[in-house]
């Protein structure tokens, strides 16, 4: 029996060896990875710059050293932030939940500072944003909360894409501090928010004065084709939550903020032993560097196209719905699908399925067009013979 604690539904399958996006197996199969380590691994696997700089990184003696001390990785990795996000201040955690948690308590921060005692957040049903308290009740699903009473107080649920619904609360709630939203739902199954929706809330806060917090922990770092979902609709956050891609595999996130959001937190409001340590940020560096270098935003753009509309052609008749932005792909079926994660395995695909029915794809950002083709080649037979076979039981 594992001694490893029971949290995860895992597959009977352990990676050992990576290369781009193949990865082999302990039996040494080979597997096409549309899946990144759920949107984390950008540079896919053993991307030569990447094991270059952490191996010197580590050769070098010094992996950590604390945030009592000037981190020069850290700034370096900082000024590359704010650059791509347009904001002026990062706080370097080590995951997405951290990420969320210290936006919440910026949002909290900045409410208190304006004199409201109890601070809200407006945030949407189905979105996630951790497993930490505060985010777990941040996060719109019930299967996440249940056992964890009492939530934490301060959260109001809206429905996504409704902005009616957000007038109604600015009206009767003063409390409000903050919106907080995921604007490309992965783990509620691929929700994407309209481009006109996300810009008419922030209308509203720019009205209201609250913070726009945009959690981009999956859906950000040039997987949709542009660095993060927000510049598609063409604005400035106050708060932007950032993890997963942002290091290549390496555990980063991160709270980055601008706007209304700049300078609320003051030395003492918030910290983390190994946040932005010198090992995590020569591979921030590095990742945002290389995403650059090698052009991987219109890499995400072009590929994610040619394999969304390849499934929409090919299956977009006999599923609900196959939508999706760059290498941010769901396939909702109109029925549980998780047993097809397993078919995958087998079929030498890795992918996932999240919501039930949604068929989840985060290729690595440097996946080929001709790599793109395989996944779509591998995934169409597999959907369509399980839908065969649920048609004739
Ligand atoms: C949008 C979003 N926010 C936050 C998180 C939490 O990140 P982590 O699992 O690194 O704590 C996730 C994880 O899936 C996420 O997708």
């Known amino acids: 029996m594992s001694h490893v604690m029971n949290t995860y539904a895992r597959q009977p399958v352990a990676f050992v060896r990576g290369e781009g996006v193949w990865l082999w197996d302990e039996a040494g199969k080979k597997y096409l990875d549309a899946l990144a380590g759920i949107a984390v691994n950008t540079l896919g696997y053993a991307h030569p710059k990447l094991v270059k700089a952490l191996t010197e990184k580590i050769k070098s003696g010094v992996i950590h050293t604390s945030n009592l001390w000037r981190i020069p990785e850290q700034e370096a990795a900082a000024d ?26 910026v949002a909290r921060k900045y409410g208190h500072d304006r004199g409201i005692a109890e601070p809200a957040i407006i945030v949407m049903e189905k979105a ?22 009492p939530l934490v107080q301060g959260f109001v649920r809206v429905p996504l894409n409704d902005l009616d619904a957000v007038r109604q609360v600015a009206e009767h709630n003063k409390n409000i501090a903050a919106v907080m939203v995921e604007p490309i739902q992965g783990e509620g199954g691929i929700n994407i928010s309209r481009l006109d929706y996300l810009r008419g809330l922030f209308e509203i806060c720019q009205k209201q004065g609250w913070l726009f917090i945009s959690d981009e922990v999956q859906c950000g770092l ?49 910290g983390s032993t190994f946040g932005g340590n010198p090992l995590a940020m020569t591979a921030v560096v590095t990742t945002l560097d290389t995403i650059k270098e090698e052009g991987l935003l219109a890499n995400a753009m072009r590929v994610g196209d040619m394999i969304l509309s390849s499934l929409q052609n090919q299956i977009g008749n006999v599923v609900s719905e196959v939508r999706g932005m760059g290498l941010m792909i769901g396939i909702e079926l109109k029925q549980p699908c998780g047993e097809l994660v397993l078919q995958g395995l087998q079929a030498g695909l890795v992918f996932n399925v999240t919501a039930d029915n949604v068929i989840r794809l985060l290729p690595p950002l440097v996946m080929s067009e001709a790599e793109g083709r395989q996944v779509v080649e591998r995934l169409v037979p597999l959907v369509r013979a399980f839908l065969d076979k649920r048609a004739a039981a």
């Open 222 to 270: 040039g997987r949709t084709g542009k660095w993060f979902v927000y510049q598609h609709a063409g604005f400035q956050p106050d708060v932007v939550a950032l993890a997963k891609g942002l290091a290549s595999g390496v555990p980063v996130g991160a709270c980055v903020t601008g706007g209304r959001a700049k300078g609320v937190f003051k030395p003492g409001n918030h």
């Open 80 to 105: 590359r932030v704010a650059e791509i996000t347009g904001l002026d201040e990062v706080f370097f955690c080590n995951s997405g939940l951290e990420a969320t948690e210290a936006s919440i308590k």
């Open 128 to 149: 996630f944003h951790g497993r930490s308290l505060a985010t777990l009740s941040a996060t719109g699903s019930r299967k996440v909360q249940a056992g964890f009473e």
